[in-house]
């Protein structure tokens, strides 16, 4: 009788026991599911924004080159061409969009249209300056709150003085889709202008090539560096106090915040050293300083895993300690410091904040073409776009994520293929 | 002047090497005897004392060339009684109708003469910088020549600078740290000699706006750090209850539970989650998880600031979450199996095995996991930026707005720096706080860590 009471009891604890195991286990899973879920909206919330961004809006217009009000002639040089009155012919057009328009209602058709739309008549002049007094149909960019209003970013239902387009605009907009002179086409702004006050004209070309000069100031000052500091390291190096204080040097300095070094930047590098502000020479020397870190930690390892009788084997043969590390050992450990430096650089590439303290955050509407030249980074003009009111900022900000997160991909990837492709196993 | 002095340079080198091996082998020849080393090594002794000078020069130059002209314009330049001179305005007026003739049009007299004096002294100081890189160039190599021997061990000597240079390499790393420690020092000396440390740890006003001009009806700015501290404490929980359990709970099913194949994929998945930039968190942030926290607040009744510290505490938690997870895993793994399998043979189950047995062997590793997540956190910046407020709040409410020590140093930065005031100061004291709280968690932590690897070992 007792027995089967004990023998009850101890299956219902190891039912209890077992479920709990199980609980345990699905706890864990269900902790791992919730961070690859969060990944993936983080992923999707950012794509379904900024897909939009790559197309822009334009608008079908009427243009008279008429060479009267242009005061231009059929052989005027292109310098006079540069000074012809295009924004007369822009005004004519615009007040041709529509027939009868009154005078304020042509006031509300110029904020359709983008303020870039001069450069756009005069562009397609110079390109073809045989259209001189005819009359042409000519797709030119759309005002940002059109173009947000038409994606749907912007909603039509809120009432009027809270909305950037009235309702004599809206309705025009409604009259301009009716009659089909509006779409949407490739926006090839996004990737051939820099930045701009005005959304629809903003791009990433100045802040991408900031970006690529950045990294190339980073990897000429880090990947030198490193090389050398770690064969020094792993080579030469006697067993010392000083080598130790080296040591815990590096791996500490790998774990100070990014921002720290900003202040390194403008403290030491702007106000002592004198170097230009804002320009990719001072926030790659930055960088270069943070990454070195990582870089040299992966050098390091590559280091060690060469073999020592490669080393012993040249210098039996005669060969110096120099000749014996730098034309044996280093060369066998390119594969994976290179893997580390790319690893390094698209950390470098991702960086805001260090940016930030050193200048680089200013309104640059040019594409910089040097080093010394002031310029912004990709990652720095996502935080002004993210900052800026203008709504048709945000669908840019998400659509240059994308350009950043597609690079990072790209450098992973290739580091995970040099280090498959050349990675030996001794 | 970049281009033509690196074009410079690479041609003295060159010379200089073809120079110092005719040298040798002209010896060679005359003398008939061996020499100590071979012909390349004494070219590279030339070489290096040729390129070495130069390098010296060329970054003296780069340093100290636009300073010493600044200093000269201003010594000499003609100021108008009674007008207001702000000497870096004035510089960079100079400069820009130095380089463009375009801009002199309505300028005063004394601008033009000084833009004049600015241009001819830059032309000045750039043929003397093309002379005296040509004369130590050759200087440098004739010094090389005439130590040229047969006898002369130049393999020796490059070996030396080799190392030399190498020492160099490595010692780059501390001079980073050296410039850290001393800008901030120097920075914050300067900061706290205008306001009191103790006002500054202490008190709990945080009003960093400073009259601009004299007179103005401002308050005067008051520097208690307390408000921030709090803040970046507040913000950090928040992100630690998010990613402390999410990333030990997911260590412990990806070592203890999951198969190698789960393992294999999502490894890679979860590190992409610590290779996205915090620019992109940030903006995850600001668009996507505050509005939703400010719907959420209003739902249960609560008034949620649009930036408030749950929204960035949240995100900033999910960017944590790799840290740890990596972390944990690599200690959990570290535990020996032979306490596993003496835990499973006394009939414990997977996960009294891994409450009982695992996890508290492994405490020390994982408590050092935390504390670096928590210096992570800390030191984190670009979401805080975007999505936390700027305001110094004191409160513990995470529905409310607070800034945190990186938000401040960011906005003390991004406008006008003006380095007599305390405002722009203020951003190196923060630094350094930082810097020291993250250094010694780090510090903390690695021992932890390494003292708990040596006890398995």
Redesign the interface.
């Given at each position: 009788m007792n027995n089967t009471v004990t023998q009850e009891r101890i299956i219902a604890l190891r039912k209890k026991?077992?479920a709990?195991?199980l609980?345990?286990?699905y706890?864990?899973?269900?902790?791992?599911c919730?961070?690859?879920a969060?990944?993936v909206?983080?992923l999707y919330?950012?794509f379904s924004?900024g897909f939009t961004a790559f197309q822009k809006t334009t608008i079908l217009l009427e243009i008279n080159y008429d060479q009267e009000v242009l005061k231009l002639t059929p052989d005027s040089t292109e310098k006079e061409i540069e000074k012809g009155k295009f924004f007369k012919v822009k005004k004519n057009a615009l007040n041709n969009v529509f027939e009868n328009l009154s005078k304020s209602d042509a006031k509300f058709i110029k904020k359709l249209f983008s303020t870039n739309i001069d450069n756009e008549i005069k562009n397609y002049f110079l390109n073809n300056p045989s259209v001189l007094n005819t009359k042409q149909k000519l797709w030119v960019t759309a005002h940002s709150n059109v173009d947000q209003m038409l994606k749907g970013n912007a909603s039509r239902d809120v009432p009027e003085d809270r909305r950037k387009l009235n309702d004599i605009q809206l309705s025009f907009i409604d009259q301009l889709v009716q009659e089909n002179r509006i779409q949407k086409e490739f926006n090839n702004f996004f990737f051939t202008r820099a930045d701009s006050r005005h959304p629809e004209i903003a791009g990433i070309a100045g802040s991408f090539m900031g970006s690529l000069l950045t990294l190339f100031v980073v990897f000429i000052l880090s990947f030198?560096?490193?090389?050398?500091?770690s064969?020094?390291?792993e080579e030469?190096?006697p067993k010392n106090k000083l080598t130790e204080?080296?040591e815990v040097?590096?791996?500490?300095?790998a774990?100070?915040?990014?921002?720290?070094?900003g202040?390194?930047g403008?403290?030491?590098l702007l106000?002592?050293?004198?170097f230009p502000r804002s320009t990719p020479l001072v926030g790659g020397t930055v960088l270069a300083?943070m990454t070195?870190?990582t870089i040299?930690i992966a050098c390091r390892a590559s280091l060690k895993a060469v073999p020592p009788s490669i080393k012993e084997g040249a210098l039996a043969i005669g060969a110096?300690?120099?000749q014996a590390v730098f034309h044996h050992v280093v060369p066998l450990a390119l594969p994976g410091t290179l893997t580390g430096t790319i690893i390094g650089l698209?950390q470098a590439?991702?960086?805001?904040?260090p940016l930030?303290?050193i200048g680089m955050?200013a309104f640059i509407p040019n594409i910089p073409t040097g080093i010394?030249e002031p310029s912004a980074s990709l990652?720095v003009q996502?935080?002004l776009w993210?900052?800026s009111a203008e709504r048709g900022f945000?669908e840019k900000?998400?659509a240059a994520?994308m350009i950043?997160?597609l690079f990072?991909f790209m450098m992973?990837a290739l580091a995970v293929y040099l280090r498959n492709r050349f990675e030996k196993k001794w | 002047m970049?281009f033509w002095s690196i074009v410079l340079i690479l041609i003295g080198i060159y010379s200089s090497y073809i120079f110092g091996q005719s040298r040798i082998k002209k010896l060679v020849y005359s003398t008939n005897l061996k020499p100590k080393s071979q012909y390349n090594y004494h070219a590279q002794y030339v070489l290096s004392w040729c390129l070495l000078p130069a390098l010296i020069v060329y970054f003296s130059w780069a340093?100290f060339e636009?300073?010493i002209i600044q200093n000269l314009i201003l010594d000499s330049f003609e100021y108008v009684e009674g007008a207001a001179y702000d000497d870096g305005l004035l510089l960079a007026e100079i400069r820009n109708v130095a380089n463009n003739t375009d801009f002199s049009e309505g300028k005063s007299q004394e601008i033009i003469n000084a833009a004049s004096q600015y241009k001819s002294l830059k032309l000045t100081s750039e043929i003397s910088f093309y002379i005296s890189i040509i004369i130590i160039m050759v200087l440098g190599s004739l010094y090389a020549v005439r130590k040229i021997n047969i006898q002369f061990n130049a393999?020796d000597t490059?070996?030396k600078y080799?190392?030399y240079?190498?020492?160099?390499?490595?010692?780059?790393?501390?001079l980073?740290?050296i410039?850290?420690i001393?800008?901030?020092i120097?920075?914050s000396f300067r900061f706290f000699s205008q306001v009191s440390i103790f006002e500054f740890l202490f008190s709990t006003e945080w009003y960093p706006f400073i009259p601009i001009r004299e007179g103005q009806a401002a308050a005067e700015g008051s520097f208690g750090a307390v408000p921030i501290f709090a803040g970046t404490f507040l913000i950090m929980i928040v992100a630690m209850c998010v990613a402390a359990?999410?990333?030990?709970?997911?260590a412990?099913?990806?070592s203890?539970?999951?198969s190698q194949k789960v393992r294999k994929t999502?490894k890679p998945?979860?590190e992409?989650?610590a290779?996205?930039?915090?620019?992109?968190?940030?903006?995850?942030a600001?668009?996507?998880v505050a509005p939703f926290v400010k719907s959420f607040g209003q739902s249960i009744g609560i008034d949620a600031s649009p930036t408030s510290a749950l929204a960035a505490g949240l995100v900033m938690g999910?960017m944590i979450?790799?840290f740890i997870?990596s972390l944990s895993d690599d200690v959990i793994n570290s535990v020996p199996q032979s306490l596993r399998e003496g835990s499973l043979g006394i009939g414990a189950?997977?996960?009294?095995t891994?409450?009982k047995v695992i996890l508290p062997a492994a405490l020390p590793g994982i408590v050092g996991a935390f504390l670096?997540a928590i210096?992570r956190a800390?030191?984190?910046?670009?979401i805080v930026?975007?999505a936390a407020g700027t305001a110094a709040n004191l409160t513990a409410n995470p529905f409310e707005n607070v800034t945190t020590v990186?938000v401040q140093?960011?906005v003390a930065?991004?406008g006008d720096?003006e380095?007599d005031n305390p405002r722009t100061l203020s951003?190196?004291a923060l630094?350094l706080v930082?810097?020291v709280i993250?250094?010694s968690l780090?510090?903390l932590a690695?021992r932890i860590v390494k003292k708990y690897r040596e006890r398995y070992e």
């Open positions: 026991r077992s709990q195991d609980r345990f286990k706890y864990g899973f269900i902790a791992m919730l961070a690859l969060v990944l909206f983080l919330s950012i924004r030198p560096i490193a090389i050398g500091a064969v020094y390291l030469f190096a204080l080296i040097n590096i791996s500490n300095l774990a100070v915040p990014s921002i720290v070094f202040l390194l403008l403290g030491v106000n002592v050293f004198g300083l070195l870190p040299i110096t300690k120099s698209a590439l991702g960086e805001t904040a930030i303290m955050v010394t990652p996502i935080f993210v900052e945000q900000s998400a994520i950043i997160l990072l992973n | 970049f340093v636009e300073q393999q490059i070996e080799i190392k240079i190498l020492i160099f390499c490595s010692s780059i790393a501390v980073t740290t410039g850290i001393f800008s901030l120097f920075e359990p999410i990333g030990l709970l997911t412990i099913y990806l203890e539970y999951a999502v998945l979860l992409i989650l290779g996205i930039p915090t620019i992109v968190y940030g903006f995850f600001f668009v996507t999910v979450i790799p997870s189950n997977k996960a009294e891994i409450k670096l210096s800390i030191g984190e910046t670009m930026v975007v990186t140093i960011v930065l991004i720096q380095f951003a190196f630094g930082l810097f993250t250094l780090n510090v690695l």
